[in-house]
């Protein structure tokens, strides 16, 4: 469909995209082609503007590389780019599985050329699978996997296998490989670049013996080959493929430059197409963002991975202010006072003390590491098996003495126990269901503080908003038996339940649907029904 005329008077003159003249209208989407009239502007959307036309430019600067700006407002929800991958292929740890559909595999056939283990003969012919089976029928070294239940390291070199064969498979796309930044020099002497010699290098070319190959063909220096390897670790994106998980490289999307609060959130296609939209309207000539980082981390363990996988060090305002957005999200409770909380007196300094709100006392970055690795480790333990009671007393116990309630440790934990609170009858009383539901609002503030957009906690949002549905409507069904005590209490439940039941299907209607995101948007919108039908059978007299 042919793009509108954008109308908004600026007073820019530029030249006509379609016949040169001068031209005050602009493509209505992209603001970027100018166009004398109408005629122009559709024939030049057919010819050549079709493929073009984006609501973005790429821009560059020392600081940031390449990056992308808006170039019109945008509004939540509007999609920005749609992109094929470059390459695709199973992650460097991984399971067996299909070379070609990606499904996991028990072993049961082989490709009958070169032996990776595949569904069936179907997946021997999708394009996929080429590469790695071309380097197996001419090398004809076994490929020996035997346990299909634990990850195996030969996968670890089909996904740079892929990426080499580009250049003769494709040098275009091979050329816009070798565009994305790779921090070659950044990884040299690094256990990543050390696990990587080992793992992938010294593989490809002393098992698979790749430097036989034509040099035309493939680069195979050990150069070529670590090149190629921080390009997958720096921009790959993770695709969720039911029930295994796979690397994409979209050259497009990784121009997004980082903020641990994203203006963007983005999905799959069915044809593993990334879809990117707009998380929350952004303004034109805003930068537009993505997160190469977990949102659940605290400032410092944000940073600390970014600068080790991604080489740079964080400076959005998140992680400038020490209370995380007013969150409190890595806030410590000082042990020398009973009001204070110890906060970071320059988050953007890892080596920064630490000092208290209250009183003043100042402990070191090293203290604060220690807390926070001993509190993972415990949560992770007790989530290992998590019960209510606890969950209850991790919470109880840190809370009042060693984090603050919000602390990102904390957070996790109270997400488990807000799912068990009215699972089991034990803890489905009147009080339990209380607790449920102050849980969930309390959560449901941080997400809202931290992901205004929802752009990477929608999975935790949308559990807590089914779970809180829970809690109100447990007290609206408790008000009807034998009949209500109440009608105006129940009916204001019902409309809460429904209400956080839509909010729900909004926040996860995205979501993959062979995920348990989107099988719980599927469930909450079947109970959305079956509300409406409740509620029309209280009120209906």
């Not at 509007?78 to 991984?94: A, C, H, M, N, R």
């Not at 029928?137 to 020996?144: F, T, V």
């Not at 256990?191 to 063909?217: G, H, T, W």
């Not at 992770?380 to 019960?387: F, G, I, Q």
């Amino acid at each position: 469909m042919e793009s509108g005329t954008d109308d908004q008077k600026d007073d820019v003159v530029g030249m006509c995209a379609n016949c040169g003249n001068l031209a005050k209208m602009r493509c209505g989407n992209c603001r970027q082609a100018f166009y004398c009239k109408r005629e122009c502007q559709r024939d030049h959307w057919k010819s050549l503007h079709k493929d073009q036309c984006r609501p973005y430019q790429v821009l560059e600067s020392p600081e940031l590389g390449r990056y992308i700006v808006a170039t019109r407002d945008l509004k939540a929800g509007e999609v920005i780019l749609k992109e094929e991958p470059l390459v695709i292929g199973p992650k460097q740890i991984t399971e067996p599985i299909c070379l070609g559909c990606y499904k996991r595999v028990d072993g049961s056939y082989r490709c009958q050329k070169c032996h990776w283990p595949l569904c069936g003969p179907q997946c021997e012919k999708y394009p996929d699978h080429h590469p790695e089976c071309v380097v197996g029928l001419e090398i004809g070294s076994p490929i020996d996997i035997a346990n299909f239940d634990e990850p195996n390291h030969f996968y670890e070199v089909v996904f740079p296998l892929r990426c080499l064969a580009l250049k003769k498979k494709s040098p275009k796309k091979y050329e816009q490989l070798l565009s994305l930044d790779s921090h070659y020099e950044d990884r040299k002497g690094t256990f990543a670049y050390q696990e990587n010699q080992k793992s992938i290098v010294n593989m490809l070319r002393n098992y698979f013996f790749l430097q036989q190959f034509p040099a035309e063909d493939i680069d195979s220096s050990e150069k070529s080959i670590h090149n190629v390897t921080g390009i997958i670790d720096v921009n790959a994106l993770e695709l969720r493929l039911g029930e295994s998980e796979v690397n994409g490289l979209y050259p497009n999307f990784a121009m997004l430059e980082h903020s641990c609060t994203p203006n963007t959130k983005h999905a799959f296609s069915e044809n593993r197409q990334v879809i990117l939209k707009a998380a929350v309207d952004i303004k034109r000539g805003e930068h537009i963002s993505t997160m190469y980082t977990h949102i659940l981390w605290g400032t410092s363990a944000r940073r600390d991975h970014l600068k080790h996988s991604k080489y740079f060090m964080c400076t959005c305002f998140r992680c400038s202010d020490p209370t995380e957005l007013g969150t409190n999200f890595s806030t410590l409770r000082c042990k020398q006072c009973d009001k204070g909380f110890m906060l970071s007196a320059a988050p953007l300094d890892e080596l920064a003390d630490w000092i208290c709100t209250s009183c003043n006392t100042t402990i070191k970055h090293e203290e604060v590491t220690d807390i926070n690795l001993k509190l993972g480790e415990e949560v992770e333990k007790v989530l290992e098996a998590p019960t209510v009671p606890q969950l209850e007393d991790l919470i109880k116990r840190h809370a009042g003495t060693t984090v603050h309630p919000n602390h990102y440790h904390l957070f996790v934990t109270r997400h488990t126990l807000l799912q068990m609170y009215g699972r089991d009858p034990t803890y489905a009383n009147e009080e339990c269901m209380k607790k449920k539901e102050r849980l969930c609002q309390d959560f449901l503030k941080v997400c809202t503080a931290l992901d205004p957009g929802m752009a990477r906690l929608a999975p935790y949002a949308g559990v807590a908003l089914y779970e809180y549905h829970l809690a109100v409507l447990s007290r609206a069904r408790q008000d009807t038996e034998p009949r209500p005590t109440n009608p105006a209490e129940l009916k204001k439940d019902v409309e809460t339940a429904k209400a956080l039941l839509q909010q729900c299907i909004k926040v996860l209607q995205d979501e993959p649907k062979d995920q348990p995101e989107g099988q719980l948007c599927h469930v909450a919108q079947q109970n959305l029904a079956e509300l409406r039908q409740w509620e029309a059978s209280l009120f209906s007299s």
